[in-house]
């Protein structure tokens, strides 16, 4: 299995919320990144409920996140950053988000597609995965399937002039179980500075550097490098 899309220079990473990128896969789009890869991201709500500070607003949040996002794919060598605007917290996996990520597929025709897994619910006993990034991972497998390469779903994308395009390759995030892993030796510091730039998210968050480390320690293990992100892999067209 590939750890790395050899000879696949364009990637669009479709996440739910600001952070998810850089919790999920940071490592992986730096590496990519530092291999003249086209990285693009596009994030579907504003994260405008990520708080509970009563002095905070849904408005003011979003623009904080916006920042805080952009600032982290800078880190990583990611110039396009998107948002689709959807409300935090309430996502659904309707058409109209199936056809806007398919939308954003015919316009930077990826070769891969990187995106939440939607078939985690929880691990272990003390994580129940988020519903938008489940939601973000059902809506576009379905825009990579059927949307992205059928002519006559969405027609009315041809109307804008945006043509079938076929994915080759995706690699789901935050799977229970990876069959895919990148070594992100090289990159994990990145990946930690990229967190870094979350404050609104991770600013109290002492232990950030330690816990993304054995995090990273623990997904390679059976692996021949020493730290890794595991993924969900599909390789659909050669």
């Not at 929880?122 to 059928?150: C, E, F, K, V």
């Not at 030796?185 to 991770?202: N, Y």
């Not at 293990?221 to 890794?228: E, L, W």
């Amino acid at each position: 299995m590939p750890d790395t899309p050899n000879g696949l220079n364009r990637v669009l990473v479709v996440m739910a919320h600001p952070d998810d990128a850089e919790f999920g896969a940071a490592g992986t789009v730096a590496r990519w990144a530092k291999e003249g890869r086209q990285v693009t991201y596009l994030i579907l709500t504003d994260g405008n409920r990520g708080s509970s500070d009563p002095a905070m607003t849904a408005e003011r949040l979003a623009q904080i996140r916006h920042a805080e996002q952009r600032a982290a794919a800078m880190k990583l060598g990611v110039k396009d950053v998107f948002f689709l605007g959807y409300d935090d917290g309430s996502l659904q996996p309707t058409l109209d988000l199936r056809r806007q990520i398919t939308r954003w597929i015919r316009r930077t025709k990826p070769d891969v597609v990187m995106a939440p897994d939607p078939t985690r619910r929880w691990t272990g006993q003390r994580y129940i995965n988020h519903p938008d990034h489940r939601a973000a991972g059902d809506a576009t497998l379905d825009a990579i399937i059927p949307g992205s390469d059928t002519r006559l779903v969405f027609p009315e994308l041809l109307d804008e002039g945006l043509e079938p395009h076929q994915v080759r390759e995706i690699y789901l995030t935050g799977s229970n179980e990876p069959d895919a892993w990148v070594d992100i030796s090289d990159t994990i510091d990145l990946k930690i500075e990229a967190l870094r730039e979350h404050k609104s998210q991770v600013g109290e968050w002492s232990e950030l550097e330690q816990t993304i480390r054995e995090r990273a320690a623990d997904m390679a293990k059976g692996q021949d490098f020493p730290v890794a992100e595991g993924f969900k892999y599909f390789r659909l067209h050669e």
